[in-house]
């Protein structure tokens, strides 16, 4: 396949905000859906039953808010209300059930309102430990995945074994593997991995079965190595706080367009919330939980000791050799508005120049941004900061 090819298949699966793929391959597999928000959601579990771990991001601004504005208050970022009015529309008739991850308030109340709303469907608000001590928040957190395993179980029809979990666990430490090659290659040649590619191959890992989002990777990955693509006189920049609501295309376009090769985001952070492989034990719900505990990354839903906030990403910046930073969040998006001053001033005790704005789902207008990111980045290109 070419990446032109490649790119056409992903923009099909982001467009289409009715989940033919997912009814198609209910049909294929005779087998359910789940849905999940982000930023992360147990997914192996999911695919231990049997079932498609589907992604739910709001419809961007494919869809015109109507009945969705109804539900909740207009002071809260566009996802709950996107996502509400897909559920209205029976866009996610599809789903057989809805994972609700603890992000933020709003996300809370999205999954008491969708169990009003659609009380024949199951609905679950997952809940993450606080505390990353084995003993507290691991037992916790075993108690959570084992109540999710029991719901998986019912919905499914099946039993899940520990065997099944492993499998689903060597799945996608394979996809984890492909998505840091995918990342490595962007740090050491960003040409060649432009960021709104890179966007939209990671997308698809939100509808797509694991093991046919890793081909598609690797495909993504061959293609890519043999196009000839010029060098442009870009910074690096690493952008931060997109980790839930997510900016629409032509948005990711206007920032590459400004100059700017984004090197490291927090964009569809739920497929790379785990960065290494988990490993396949005779206890697999054990090692999720030590996995979650030691090994995720730091984002702004994540509890974090004092003092800590800033060091993961002053450690991206480092790894990715980026010049600046672009803090880029959703509109009323609490967690990542309220981590924004520590991380500025961990940014500032380094001398790491950075820039930051809000957009929305379905912001249409992109000039403004792409003029004071490009600003941004003439100002490093001349000065060496902004």
Not at 235 to 255: M, N
Not at 280 to 301: F, Q, R
Not at 310 to 322: D, E, F, P
Request: charged fraction near 25%; include cysteine; glycine fraction near 8%.
């Amino acid at each position: 396949m070419t990446v032109q090819e490649i790119l056409r298949q992903c923009e099909d699966l982001y467009n289409d905000i009715d989940f033919a793929y997912v009814r198609d391959w209910k049909t294929r597999h005779g087998a359910g859906a789940i849905g999940y928000m982000p930023v992360y959601v147990p997914r192996e579990l999911i695919r231990a039953a049997g079932m498609l771990p589907v992604g739910i991001m709001g419809a961007g601004d494919l869809l015109e808010i109507i009945k969705g504005d109804a539900y909740f208050q207009s002071y809260i970022c566009h996802i709950p209300r996107s996502t509400i009015e897909m559920g209205v529309s029976n866009r996610l008739d599809c789903l057989d059930g809805m994972l609700f991850p603890a992000i933020c308030d709003v996300i809370r109340n999205l999954s008491g309102m969708w169990k009003l709303l659609f009380p024949g469907k199951y609905a679950k608000y997952v809940d993450f430990p606080q505390n990353f001590d084995a003993e507290l928040g691991g037992t916790f957190y075993r108690h959570e995945l084992r109540g999710l395993l029991a719901d998986f179980a019912r919905i499914s029809g099946r039993e899940i074994s520990n065997d099944d979990i492993n499998e689903a666990i060597v799945l996608y430490n394979e996809n984890r593997r492909v998505i840091r090659e995918l990342y490595a290659l962007r740090v050491e040649r960003p040409h060649l991995v432009p960021t709104y590619e890179m966007y939209l191959i990671l997308r698809a890992s939100n509808i797509l079965d694991v093991a046919e989002h890793t081909a598609l990777m690797r495909d993504y990955l061959t293609a890519t190595l043999r196009e000839e693509r010029p060098v442009r006189d870009n910074i690096r920049i690493v952008l931060t706080g997109a980790f839930c609501e997510q900016p629409p295309l032509g948005l990711i376009r206007a920032l590459e367009n400004s100059g700017c090769n984004i090197v490291d985001d927090d964009w569809m952070l739920g497929a790379r919330y785990m960065p290494d492989d988990i490993p396949v034990t005779a206890d697999a719900i054990g090692a999720l939980t030590d996995a979650y505990l030691t090994g995720t990354v730091a984002t702004a839903s994540k509890y974090e000791e004092d003092g800590n906030k800033g060091a993961y990403l002053i450690s991206q910046v480092t790894r990715s050799g980026a010049d600046g930073v672009i803090f880029a969040a959703p509109s009323f998006c609490d967690p990542a508005l309220l981590e924004r001053p520590m991380q500025q001033e961990a940014l500032k005790r380094e001398k790491i120049p950075y820039t930051s704005f809000k957009y929305s789902e379905d912001t249409g207008q992109y000039q403004v941004i792409r003029e004071q990111t490009g600003t941004f980045a003439d100002a490093i290109k001349l000065w060496g900061d902004a």
